[in-house]
């Protein structure tokens, strides 16, 4: 038997809720509301189930997920941290899980209330007296934010290769391009031009304008996970797991790895990259379209160089609104990304990865083959390749 | 003058807090091989020592990169404050901020120097400010 994970496990169901600003309703109702829609997406019962896996951010229990499911027994429980990053690693555990023989039906979720509850953005701490300890080293100098731990590394990678705030500018045109015919996006019919990036305010001067940083959206998306002999026997069209990689390198922390040499590339992706490309026997030629973890804009030009689609310091160039836009050289993020469509830690871009190969995408990619997903950037990280069943 | 967010301290890292306390910015040096290390953590990476010192930083240093948060506001910081990475002469780079000094004046590499500070509430931090370098052949 193949010592790899290579097409050893395959996504059989997507689901997810609305995307919102005021849910309503609980983060555990999220939850079982996005795993049931993507059991049904499967055409599988809640008694088929035996793993789940989250985040370990995530507030709803394994455990209190099955109980409302009816899921009777679980196999496999586990999640996976630092944040985004998980998104891909989730979906990577759930594989191996699958591909062992130690569950047959994984679904991994994420479900949370981050904008009508605790906002990640910060401004929930704003009135705080006390804050939370793993602020550590960077709070007391005003470094509160994700926004502000991103645009240290961003700045210095400007000043490298001389990138500008409007080359950042680009990726929220294309994302919010493709948020607009999608229904489902926060920002659906709602494009900007690079103009109206280039006029709204600062969030972290000189690298971060509003329109560069993704919005906190209520929500939640869930992926079923078997193996491809159970998928093709499914509802839906099977996304062969092609690849899946996790990576931490050197002096990683959650979003402040400043005390490296360089602090312009992101290793952790390089890493998850290198396992990728191995793993899958793939070249970024041969990826049709991608979903490139975009909570903030610069840390997508990054990525570009990281995984080999441009090399170092040639991003803004490569990522013209031409090149990443439906029918470019590269499209990406075409359900709207974390910019347009939701901030759901990376997990509905799975689900749009999920749809491009099925062929059911709003921003349909003519003949793809291979589609690449990343996890959460400036973190310890994940990434997939998925592909048409064999 | 203003409060701080206070830093949460650990075992590990209550020597660098409060050696700020007494005005003196602390590294960590590694008793059996020498290297230093920040932030503050309890094992050497290059030989697995639990064994270190603190050593007293020169102050001397360089920008490495620079920003400044506009929003949120917060209650500790006056709009238009510069937060920087700072590259200690030691080797050692450290999250700070800059002060005396006008954003569009701060570059990249450009040449700084530590002060500590006691803020309103007790807090004491390591703040940086611009250093003039000897003209050349006067250091």
């Given amino acids: 038997m193949s010592r790899s994970l290579r097409n050893r496990a395959a996504i059989a169901g997507i689901g997810q809720t609305e995307f919102s600003q005021a849910s309503g309703r609980s983060e555990l109702q999220l939850a079982c509301e996005a795993v049931n829609a993507a059991l049904d997406d499967a055409g599988l019962l809640p008694s088929a189930v035996d793993g789940l896996i989250t985040f370990t951010m995530d507030s709803s229990e394994e455990v209190e997920v099955a109980r409302n499911l009816g899921i009777p027994t679980l196999a496999v429980f586990a999640r996976v941290p630092y944040g985004g990053g998980a998104a891909c690693g989730a979906v990577m555990q759930a594989a191996m899980a699958v591909a062992t023989g130690v569950a047959n039906v994984v679904v991994c979720y994420r479900a949370f209330n981050e904008r009508s509850g605790m906002r990640f953005g910060g401004t929930s701490m704003a009135g705080a007296t006390a804050l939370p300890a793993w602020l550590d080293v960077v709070a007391p100098f005003g470094l509160l934010t994700p926004a502000a731990w991103v645009a240290l590394h961003a700045r210095r990678y400007m000043h490298e290769y001389g990138v500008t705030n409007e080359n950042f500018g680009r990726i929220a045109v294309v994302d919010r391009r493709h948020a607009a015919t999608n229904p489902a996006a926060w920002f659906y019919e709602r494009p900007i031009t690079l103009e109206d990036h280039q006029r709204s305010r600062w969030i972290v001067e000189p690298v971060l304008r509003l329109l560069d940083c993704c919005q906190e959206i209520d929500g939640g998306v869930a992926l079923v996970v078997t193996p491809p002999e159970r998928a093709r026997d499914l509802r839906q069209r099977p996304a062969l797991i092609a690849a899946a990689a996790q990576g931490a390198t050197a002096d990683s922390e959650m979003m402040t790895s400043y005390y490296r040499d360089d602090i312009t590339g992101l290793p952790e992706m390089g890493l998850v990259a290198k396992k990728l490309w191995a793993e899958s026997g793939l070249t970024p030629a041969d990826i049709q379209t991608a979903f490139l973890y975009d909570h903030f804009t610069p840390f997508v030009l990054v990525q570009l160089e990281e995984l080999g689609f441009c090399a170092r310091g040639e991003a803004k160039d490569f990522a013209t609104i031409e090149n990443l836009s439906l029918g470019g050289r590269l499209p990406i993020n075409t359900s709207g990304g974390l910019l347009g469509e939701a901030y759901i830690h990376g997990m509905n871009g799975i689900a749009e990865a999920v749809r491009q190969i099925r062929g059911t995408s709003c921003n349909q990619v003519a003949h793809v083959e291979h589609v690449l997903v990343t996890a959460g950037t400036g973190v310890p990280t994940s990434g997939l390749i998925l592909a048409q069943p064999v | ?139």
């Avoid at chain 2, 700020?20 to 697995?48: E, K, T, V």
């Avoid at chain 2, 050593?55 to 937060?83: N, T």
């Fill in chain 2, 1 to 139: 003058m203003s409060d701080r967010p206070a830093p949460t301290t650990t075992l590990d890292t209550k020597f660098f807090w409060d050696g700020l306390a007494a005005d003196r910015l602390l590294i960590q040096r590694c008793s059996g091989c020498a290297a230093l290390r920040h932030p503050p953590r309890p094992m050497c990476p290059h030989c697995n020592s639990l064994a270190w010192q603190p050593i007293e930083a020169c102050g001397r240093g360089y920008v490495h990169s620079f920003v400044q948060p506009r929003h949120p506001a917060w209650p500790w910081f006056e709009d238009g404050y510069i937060v920087a990475l700072i590259d200690l002469e030691e080797g050692i780079r450290l999250v700070s901020n800059l002060c005396g000094v006008a954003p569009a004046e701060v570059t990249i590499g450009m040449p700084v120097e530590a002060f500590i500070e006691r803020f309103d509430n007790g807090v004491s931090l390591h703040q940086f400010r611009p250093r003039r370098e000897p003209a050349a052949g006067t250091r």
